[in-house]
């Protein structure tokens, strides 16, 4: 009779054709039992004994065996993976979402694969055409914006879809999010309280901040302020496209009082480039975010910025998927969460 380190070795010498890896029927001679048994330790551990559950386990350690999931899902229609788009993970702004997602999603035996779809349609449509042909228990998208064959095929996949980062009343399936025009809306009425009445914007140039910037003119325009200022800079946003943003609006506006940036990094970099110029925030112009980084209240001046609770849009976005998956009604499938102004030095 061969020794159990004898049928491991074996195992590793001789893989099956075609996967190259230690397989459940390898893992069940290892522990002397039947690969039905091994089956039932890892799906359903309290119908074996202890002993044998142990003997088990004890032979996955030592194999390294993994348990093949797609074979798992398709007896139980699950995956237990949820598939997130966002355009960028080089910048912070979709971090916090993120990692709330990720823990929800853990915490029930999930796990989050990440696409970033950049800020082009022909990517995301890509990975949408990738991530719907392997079936996962949820989709999680940022923002509304998406081409007529996008929104066509996760329409007609049946997979629970979450739209976050923006609001409609239209959603594919379920949203969670805010107002961007709302948001651009609501920076102007504070930045007009506060007595700025010469106001400009850096922006990128992506869907989302579009809309942040028509709701800041559209309010401007409605106060009696028109024609303001924009200097657009390529997404993902960044400290030097703030800073050079900055140097050739002020080198064409220089009665601008207020800058609305698009971004806490675009924000970060008009204050640096401010400061390099010898000038003074809020003295000589105010500066503006948005997303209330970590580092915004810790910038100098202290950034005035919009709060976004990327957290609570993670958990909800995972909450909305679980429940469908087992059965249970979400609720409303429309959550506004809202956004809060955050009043610091610059402005």
């Given at each position: 009779?061969?020794?159990p380190?004898?049928?491991?070795?074996?195992?590793k010498?001789a893989?099956r054709?075609?996967?190259g890896?230690i397989?459940?029927?390898?893992?069940?001679?290892?522990?002397?039992?039947?690969?039905?048994?091994?089956?039932?330790?890892?799906?359903t551990?309290?119908?074996?004994?202890?002993?044998?559950?142990?003997?088990?386990?004890?032979?996955i350690?030592?194999?390294g065996?993994?348990p093949?999931?797609?074979?798992g899902?398709?007896?139980?229609n699950?995956?237990?993976?949820?598939?997130?788009?966002?355009?960028?993970?080089?910048?912070?702004?979709?971090?916090?979402?993120?990692?709330?997602?990720?823990?929800?999603?853990?915490?029930?035996?999930?796990?989050?694969?990440?696409?970033?779809?950049?800020?082009?349609?022909?990517?995301?449509?890509?990975?949408?055409?990738?991530?719907?042909?392997?079936?996962?228990?949820?989709?999680?998208?940022?923002?509304?914006?998406?081409?007529p064959?996008?929104?066509?095929r996760l329409?007609?996949?049946?997979?629970p879809?979450?739209?976050?980062?923006?609001?409609?009343p239209?959603?594919?399936?379920?949203?969670?999010?805010?107002?961007?025009?709302?948001?651009?809306?609501?920076?102007?009425?504070?930045?007009?309280?506060?007595?700025?009445?010469?106001?400009?914007?850096?922006?990128?140039?992506?869907?989302?901040?579009?809309?942040r910037?028509?709701?800041?003119?559209q309010?401007?325009?409605?106060?009696?302020?028109?024609?303001?200022?924009a200097?657009?800079?390529?997404?993902?946003?960044?400290l030097?496209?703030?800073?050079?943003?900055?140097?050739?609006?002020?080198?064409?506006?220089?009665?601008?009082?207020?800058v609305?940036?698009g971004?806490d990094?675009?924000a970060?970099g008009?204050?640096t480039?401010?400061?390099?110029?010898?000038?003074?925030?809020?003295?000589?112009?105010?500066?503006m975010?948005?997303?209330?980084?970590?580092?915004?209240?810790h910038?100098h001046?202290?950034?005035?910025?919009?709060?976004?609770?990327?957290t609570s849009?993670?958990?909800?976005?995972?909450r909305?998927?679980?429940?469908?998956v087992e059965?249970?009604?979400?609720?409303?499938?429309v959550?506004?969460l809202?956004?809060?102004?955050?009043?610091?030095?610059?402005?």
């Amino acid at each position: 009779m061969k020794s159990p380190s004898e049928t491991l070795r074996k195992a590793k010498r001789a893989p099956r054709p075609g996967t190259g890896g230690i397989t459940l029927s390898d893992v069940a001679s290892l522990a002397g039992v039947s690969a039905i048994t091994v089956s039932r330790a890892l799906n359903t551990p309290a119908a074996v004994s202890p002993e044998t559950l142990e003997r088990v386990r004890s032979a996955i350690a030592r194999s390294g065996y993994v348990p093949n999931l797609v074979a798992g899902g398709l007896a139980s229609n699950r995956s237990r993976l949820v598939a997130a788009l966002v355009p960028t993970i080089a910048g912070p702004v979709f971090l916090e979402t993120i990692q709330a997602l990720t823990d929800a999603l853990a915490e029930a035996g999930c796990q989050l694969i990440l696409g970033q779809s950049g800020y082009s349609g022909a990517r995301e449509d890509a990975l949408i055409d990738a991530i719907v042909g392997r079936r996962p228990d949820g989709i999680v998208l940022t923002g509304i914006m998406h081409s007529p064959e996008g929104r066509k095929r996760l329409l007609a996949s049946g997979i629970p879809i979450v739209e976050t980062w923006d609001i409609t009343p239209t959603p594919i399936d379920m949203i969670v999010g805010f107002s961007q025009e709302k948001a651009g809306a609501e920076v102007a009425d504070y930045l007009y309280r506060k007595g700025y009445r010469r106001p400009a914007l850096i922006t990128a140039d992506d869907q989302r901040a579009m809309l942040r910037r028509s709701g800041f003119e559209q309010r401007f325009a409605a106060l009696g302020v028109a024609a303001i200022p924009a200097c657009m800079v390529p997404a993902p946003s960044s400290l030097a496209n703030g800073r050079s943003g900055f140097a050739q609006l002020w080198a064409e506006h220089p009665e601008t009082d207020v800058v609305f940036c698009g971004s806490d990094v675009i924000a970060q970099g008009v204050i640096t480039e401010m400061q390099a110029m010898g000038m003074s925030v809020p003295g000589d112009v105010a500066v503006m975010g948005f997303g209330d980084m970590p580092f915004a209240a810790h910038t100098h001046p202290a950034l005035s910025t919009v709060r976004i609770d990327g957290t609570s849009i993670g958990r909800q976005a995972a909450r909305f998927i679980l429940d469908r998956v087992e059965g249970l009604d979400p609720g409303p499938k429309v959550r506004d969460l809202g956004f809060s102004i955050v009043e610091r030095a610059s402005a």
